[in-house]
Each structure stands twice: as C-alpha cells, then as structure tokens.
Nanobody, 121 residues
C-alpha cells in the first residue's frame, strides 16, 4: 500500500509559478510510475503529466507542454510538478497518483487527496 500526500498548492497570479510536491509513504516507490492529474470545477479529471519508474519516459498534456515539468527524487520518495507561466485555466484541484507497474498509462493504483491551485487573472 502506498499513501500519497500533495503539498504546494495555493493562489498565484497569472504568469507566476508554483511547485507541487507529492510525498509517498508506506513503500518505496522507485519502481512505480507517477502522474499528476487535475480537475477543474464542472469538468472531468484530466491527465497533466507522467513519469515512468526509470524517469526515461515522460509525457505531458498538450495544454501544459513547455510550461510544466515533472520530476522525481526516489531517495526522498517524493515527486514534483513545477508549474511555470501559469494561466487562469490551470485553476483546478491537482492530484498525484502512482502506478505499481511502473508505466504512466492509466489506470493508476494510488491517489493523493488533492491540492488546490488557483490562478488569478
């Protein structure tokens, strides 16, 4: 069993940056695929970014390419989402997730509780 806890959300002006963190406990996750998702009010949850267990395969949603970066630190059992050039349409609850098979395609096995990101115009 893996427990995931997000942090780093908040309120930021358009054009600003935030870094989300997701700390894992319960089991070392160096063999897990990891991902970030988001859900805006009235919308379905959507994939944002994913990184494979090796860190070699990384994928981003088209809407965040060039602005967001996913990374992982297996020694700290933590992974990150660096978000730059934020836009009001990035406003959502952001969730981290882990996949025990090590890849980044859905479905994921474990989910965090979510952290709110609000971008003001």
């Amino acid at each position: 069993q893996v427990q995931l806890v997000e942090s780093g959300g908040g309120l930021v002006q358009a054009g600003g940056s935030l870094r989300l963190s997701c700390a894992a406990s319960g089991r070392t996750f160096d063999s897990y695929g990891l991902g970030w998702f988001r859900q805006a009010p009235g919308k379905e949850r959507e994939f944002v970014a994913g990184i494979s267990w090796s860190g070699i395969r990384i994928r981003y949603a088209d809407s965040v390419k060039g602005r967001f970066a996913i990374s992982r630190d297996n020694a700290k059992n933590t992974f990150y989402l660096q978000m730059n050039s934020l836009k009001p349409e990035d406003t959502a609850v952001y969730y981290c997730a882990a996949k025990s098979t090590g890849e980044i395609v859905e479905p994921y096995d474990y989910w965090g509780q979510g952290t709110q990101v609000t971008v003001s115009s």
